[in-house]
């Protein structure tokens, strides 16, 4: 996207535009058909011999069609009240408050 910042060529943006419209189209149809056939494969393992329904698989095909994520933390606050965003820093400052944390505890 980037790239249709700097491009000064209305015709290339606008080309480049549909392409990516295209490129959209194709990946949605193809993540709707794959979702479909997971969902059609699991239904038949849903229904019992009974044709009952089976919730626990159903729960399962919940995470499958949409996982959770988890955002680690991206800042965190030092003794001054400061806030580190660096990646190495956050790894030192974590390290750090937790000897702090862990100080009083005998290791055996």
């Given at each position: 996207m980037?790239?249709?910042?700097?491009?000064?060529?209305?015709?290339?943006?606008?080309?480049?535009?549909?392409d990516?419209?295209l490129?959209?189209?194709h990946?949605?149809?193809?993540i709707a058909?794959?979702?479909?056939?997971?969902?059609?494969?699991?239904?038949?393992?849903?229904?019992?011999?009974?044709?009952?329904?089976?919730?626990?698989?159903?729960?399962?095909?919940?995470?499958?069609?949409?996982?959770?994520?988890?955002?680690?933390?991206?800042?965190?606050?030092?003794?001054?009240?400061?806030?580190?965003?660096?990646p190495?820093?956050?790894?030192?400052?974590?390290?750090?408050?937790?000897?702090?944390?862990?100080?009083?505890r005998?290791?055996?």
């Amino acid at each position: 996207m980037e790239f249709l910042n700097v491009c000064s060529c209305p015709d290339t943006k606008n080309r480049v535009t549909a392409d990516i419209g295209l490129i959209e189209e194709h990946l949605s149809k193809h993540i709707a058909d794959k979702n479909a056939i997971t969902v059609k494969q699991h239904i038949k393992s849903v229904e019992t011999t009974e044709e009952k329904f089976n919730n626990i698989q159903f729960w399962k095909l919940k995470g499958k069609l949409c996982p959770k994520t988890v955002d680690m933390p991206m800042a965190k606050r030092d003794e001054l009240g400061n806030i580190i965003t660096a990646p190495e820093l956050l790894k030192v400052l974590y390290a750090e408050t937790y000897k702090k944390r862990l100080r009083n505890r005998v290791m055996s």
